[in-house]
């Protein structure tokens, strides 16, 4: 995974298949609790792949201030180092 836009599409893919959707139905400025029904459970398998799937040490208090889809994005890009983004 090397650029925004594939890093991108892994997010919207992996919140879509733990939630069962498509990843066409999901918004960037829906919230992952309260919009889309994402549960603690939820989050940690999305932690979990985004963390195997991109090779980065994401940490689970910080992943816990999590509250969009756009939050997601934001936080899977200032944990990619610049060698994994290049």
């Given at each position: 995974?090397?650029?925004?836009?594939q890093r991108e599409a892994l997010v919207l893919a992996?919140?879509?298949e733990i939630l069962e959707m498509e990843p066409g139905d999901i918004s960037h400025d829906a919230r992952m609790r309260e919009d889309l029904g994402m549960d603690s459970l939820g989050s940690l398998e999305l932690l979990s792949t985004l963390s195997?799937?991109?090779?980065?040490d994401l940490e689970i208090e910080?992943?816990?201030?999590?509250?969009?889809?756009?939050?997601?994005?934001?936080f899977v890009e200032e944990h990619v180092t610049p060698s994994e983004s290049a």
């Open positions: 995974m090397t650029d925004k836009s992996s919140i879509a195997r799937e991109l090779n980065v910080q992943a816990m201030e999590i509250e969009t889809v756009a939050d997601t994005l934001r």
